[in-house]
Each structure stands twice: as structure tokens, then as C-alpha cells.
């Protein structure tokens, strides 16, 4: 990797507007021994993951009635969680069929407007703008989606903790 101002990829971030955000991909599943109505009461326990690597850019000109070209792009997340009856277990360590209470998959696509056109954004940049600033734009609609999806299904609500947006700044320091 090339060395990175730090300075001009938070320029380009901060030129991306936040067009929409919404769910192209939901699946949950009740663990294969756990019932809504008797496994009230148990010790529980969330674990999250989510992966935003994809390069996947949809890049459309939409044009404006100025004159100016304004871009639309389009990234990819996507999030698992899986809550589990009883105590945590270390993250490495995989989570029995018996002890998963169930899991909730969510994909995401976040758009955003910007008036450069992405072909001349640096992979590099554009990669840290991915990992940091897609993620962060899309935490609190991740966390309500997974909150509510879980209060329907009858499972313990995962608790996902509020993001900062000072949280972008700091991964790309």
C-alpha cells in the first residue's frame, strides 16, 4: 500500500453525501432447539460480524440540472449475528448447534452522492472510506433492524452498542 494522506481521504470522505440506506437481504433462523415460549428466562449472549471488503461499486452518473456530473455509488454490507444461551465463549471458539438461540443475516446497501467521479479516487482511499465511513453510516440502522427483527422473532435482543461518528476519524488515523 502506498503511503496515504490521512487529510485527503478525509476530504474525500467527508464529500460523500449520504444519499439512502436500506436492507437488500434479510434472513433469520430460530436455533434448531430453542422455543420462543419456554427458553424465556435463560443467560444469553450476541456475537457480530460484518464485512464491508467487497468492491463492488455501483458507480451511476446522475447528472444535475447545473451542468455538473454527480455520481451515485453504491456499497455492499453485509452482518451476521448469532445469540446463544448461556455464558460467552471466547470468540474463536465456534458456538454448539444446541446452544445457538438463533441467527439474524441483514444486508445492507448505502449509496452515496459525490461529485468526483470514482474512477479518480485512489483504490487505497476509496478501500478506507469503505471499511470506515460505509460502516459507520450504517451501524444505527444495522442495530435498530437487528433490535427489531429480534423482538419479532421471540429472541433475546442482541444489544448492539451505539456507534460514535468520531468512530470514523479514529480508523483512519
Do not use: C
Not at 434448531?32 to 456475537?47: A, I, K, L, V
Not at 447528472?63 to 454490507?77: K, M, N
Not at 441483514?106 to 449509496?111: L, Y
Request: avoid cysteine; hydrophobic fraction near 40%.
Amino acid at each position: 500500500m502506498t503511503s496515504i494522506d490521512i487529510d485527503e481521504v478525509r476530504a474525500i470522505a467527508v464529500a460523500f453525501q449520504n444519499e439512502d440506506i436500506y436492507p437488500t437481504d434479510i434472513s433469520l433462523q430460530h436455533g434448531p432447539g430453542f422455543d420462543p415460549r419456554t427458553d424465556t428466562q435463560r443467560e444469553t449472549f450476541s456475537r457480530f460480524s460484518w464485512s464491508n471488503d467487497q468492491h463492488d461499486v455501483f458507480i451511476k452518473d446522475i447528472g444535475t440540472a447545473g451542468g455538473s456530473t454527480d455520481y451515485l455509488i453504491r456499497f455492499h454490507l453485509n452482518t451476521l449475528t448469532t445469540i446463544g444461551m448461556g455464558q460467552a465463549l471466547p470468540s474463536n471458539d465456534e458456538i454448539p448447534e444446541d446452544r445457538i438461540i438463533g441467527t439474524i443475516a441483514i444486508g445492507f446497501a448505502i449509496e452515496y452522492i459525490v461529485s468526483m467521479n470514482p474512477a479518480d479516487i485512489a483504490p487505497d482511499v476509496l478501500s478506507i472510506i469503505e471499511r470506515a465511513k460505509v460502516f459507520n453510516d450504517a451501524w444505527p440502522f444495522w442495530r435498530e433492524a437487528l433490535q427489531s427483527l429480534a423482538l419479532r422473532a421471540r429472541m433475546p435482543v442482541p444489544v448492539l452498542p451505539a456507534q460514535r461518528p468520531e468512530a470514523m476519524m479514529s480508523t483512519l488515523s
